[in-house]
């Protein structure tokens, strides 16, 4: 396992470089920032609203995004990476066309550029390097969790600024993934290079271990855990023995469903609705599974994963899934089809517009991805990147024409 002992790191890679010039103060034209996109057959016409950088790039290897997540309301996202800094963000300060609900207009031509300092609501600063971030259901958006390098999930008062519980029974091995359930929002799962999934409740004295279960028998890392989003009793969970796992949480003593397909590790496992799920792993493909008989349904290939966590999430109203590759693409793909019907190059962006920025360093790629859980006719895509830009895309689908 030693390519995951560093986390979010460079894979070797050719440097991608593309010349971009901008044409208004703070913009960037659309039809440049989507050069990367190859794919125009597909329902959905895809643009990109809004670049979020720093004007000082120096160091970006510590500015790498591990995770993105919206909170419950889908109106506030967070972030979190090697940089040690949880920002919050409202999304009506990263979309300019917020307020007017245009999102995903294919007329919309310029892409807002706007530096991280301006656009964070409020920034929390953590004691180690962060993996994941999750908000808690039922806290109206106050409390989140996360898991970080030394092996310990806190959960944050956002109100405060402020931790509020923490444990640290992985033994200081990093913790990789932390989730709540949906059916019993207090209850959380956490999992780790120490090899064990572990449910635990703040409730109990102590916050004591509800369950800890070693879904591999060679002590392999728990790269993901998450609950079934709809209230089910199933908890998924990734491994670094090319396996995911599926537990009943109401009897953890073994998995009662096994995902076998992958030929390396498992970094993440996304349920897409109450009946299928989707994993990735650095075998450079993702499938989407039957949770009723642990059938593979389909595998998904086009972007490069070979070595690094390049995010992945899916956005169930339109049965969208996005992820990032080692080429400093972004990848959407429709569970229909094998193949990505839309491609996105983050290559140089840097404030101002110029290119040489961030996103020219070698061995740069895109991080992070997270779908807002909103809509059916349009949709808001965000994605980080090594070199710590945050990316705002808007898809509509396309209206049907009559031939």
Same mark, same amino acid.
């Not at 990734?238 to 995911?244: E, S, V």
């Not at 003593?253 to 397909?261: D, I, N, Y």
């Not at 070979?306 to 590759?325: A, D, E, P, Q, T």
């Given at each position: 396992?030693?390519? #995951?002992? /560093?986390?979010?790191? #460079?894979?070797?890679?050719?440097?991608?470089?593309? @010349?971009?010039?901008?044409?208004?103060?703070?913009?960037?034209?659309?039809?440049?920032? @989507?050069? !990367?996109?190859? #794919?125009?057959?597909?329902?959905?016409?895809?643009?990109?609203?809004?670049?979020?950088?720093?004007?000082?790039?120096?160091?970006?290897?510590?500015?790498?995004?591990?995770?993105?997540?919206? &909170?419950?309301?889908?109106?506030?996202?967070?972030?979190?990476?090697?940089?040690?800094?949880?920002?919050?963000?409202?999304?009506?300060?990263?979309?300019?066309? =917020?307020?007017?609900?245009? *999102?995903?207009?294919?007329?919309?031509?310029?892409?807002?550029?706007?530096?991280?300092?301006?656009?964070?609501?409020?920034?929390?600063?953590?004691?180690?390097?962060?993996?994941?971030?999750?908000?808690?259901?039922?806290?109206?958006?106050?409390?989140?969790?996360?898991?970080? =390098?030394?092996?310990?999930?806190?959960? =944050?008062?956002?109100?405060?600024?402020?931790?509020? #519980?923490?444990?640290?029974?992985?033994?200081?091995?990093?913790?990789? /993934?932390? &989730?709540?359930?949906?059916? &019993?929002?207090?209850?959380?799962?956490? !999992?780790?290079?120490?090899?064990?999934?572990?449910?635990?409740?703040?409730? *109990?004295?102590?916050?004591?271990?509800?369950?800890?279960?070693?879904?591999?028998?060679?002590?392999?890392?728990?790269?993901?855990?998450?609950?079934?989003?709809?209230?089910?009793?199933?908890?998924?969970?990734?491994?670094?023995?090319?396996? $995911?796992?599926?537990? &009943?949480?109401?009897?953890? $003593?073994?998995?009662?469903?096994?995902?076998?397909?992958?030929?390396?590790?498992?970094?993440?496992?996304?349920?897409?609705? /109450?009946?299928?799920?989707?994993?990735?792993?650095?075998?450079?493909?993702?499938?989407?599974?039957?949770?009723?008989?642990?059938? $593979?349904?389909?595998?998904?290939?086009?972007?490069?994963?070979?070595?690094?966590?390049?995010?992945? /999430?899916?956005?169930?109203?339109?049965?969208?899934?996005?992820?990032?590759? @080692?080429?400093?693409?972004?990848?959407? =793909?429709?569970?229909?089809?094998?193949?990505?019907?839309?491609?996105?190059?983050?290559?140089?962006? $840097?404030?101002?517009?110029?290119?040489?920025?961030? !996103?020219?360093?070698?061995?740069?790629?895109?991080?992070?991805?997270?779908?807002?859980?909103?809509?059916?006719?349009?949709?808001?895509?965000?994605?980080?990147?090594?070199?710590?830009?945050?990316?705002?895309?808007?898809?509509?689908?396309?209206?049907?024409?009559?031939?």
């Amino acid at each position: 396992m030693k390519n #995951f002992s /560093s986390g979010f790191h #460079f894979p070797d890679q050719p440097r991608i470089s593309e @010349e971009r010039e901008s044409t208004e103060e703070g913009k960037l034209p659309q039809q440049e920032v @989507e050069k !990367g996109s190859e #794919f125009n057959n597909c329902e959905w016409d895809f643009s990109l609203s809004t670049v979020v950088s720093s004007k000082d790039c120096r160091g970006a290897a510590s500015n790498t995004l591990g995770v993105i997540e919206f &909170d419950p309301s889908n109106t506030v996202l967070a972030t979190g990476g090697i940089a040690r800094k949880i920002r919050v963000y409202s999304l009506k300060s990263l979309l300019s066309n =917020y307020d007017n609900q245009s *999102c995903g207009s294919s007329s919309d031509t310029m892409a807002d550029l706007i530096d991280h300092v301006d656009a964070c609501d409020y920034t929390i600063c953590t004691p180690a390097k962060l993996s994941s971030l999750r908000w808690r259901p039922g806290s109206d958006g106050r409390v989140m969790a996360s898991g970080d =390098y030394d092996g310990v999930v806190t959960e =944050y008062d956002l109100k405060t600024k402020l931790p509020i #519980f923490e444990r640290d029974e992985h033994g200081g091995r990093r913790v990789w /993934s932390v &989730d709540y359930s949906h059916s &019993d929002p207090v209850l959380g799962a956490s !999992g780790s290079d120490d090899g064990t999934l572990q449910m635990w409740d703040p409730r *109990c004295e102590g916050g004591d271990c509800v369950a800890s279960v070693q879904p591999s028998d060679a002590r392999s890392p728990v790269c993901c855990v998450e609950f079934d989003p709809f209230g089910g009793a199933l908890l998924a969970v990734g491994c670094a023995d090319r396996k $995911a796992y599926a537990y &009943d949480v109401r009897k953890m $003593a073994g998995p009662v469903m096994v995902f076998h397909g992958h030929r390396k590790t498992v970094t993440y496992v996304r349920f897409l609705d /109450s009946r299928t799920v989707v994993t990735a792993g650095t075998d450079g493909c993702l499938k989407l599974w039957d949770t009723e008989d642990s059938r $593979a349904i389909e595998t998904y290939k086009g972007h490069d994963n070979s070595r690094s966590f390049v995010g992945l /999430s899916v956005w169930r109203n339109g049965g969208l899934i996005g992820c990032g590759s @080692e080429n400093n693409r972004l990848f959407v =793909y429709d569970k229909r089809w094998g193949e990505p019907i839309w491609v996105h190059e983050f290559g140089a962006v $840097a404030a101002g517009g110029s290119s040489g920025g961030c !996103g020219d360093e070698e061995g740069a790629f895109v991080s992070s991805v997270c779908w807002r859980q909103v809509g059916e006719e349009q949709c808001t895509l965000v994605a980080g990147g090594s070199d710590g830009v945050l990316q705002v895309f808007l898809g509509r689908r396309k209206s049907l024409t009559l031939g």
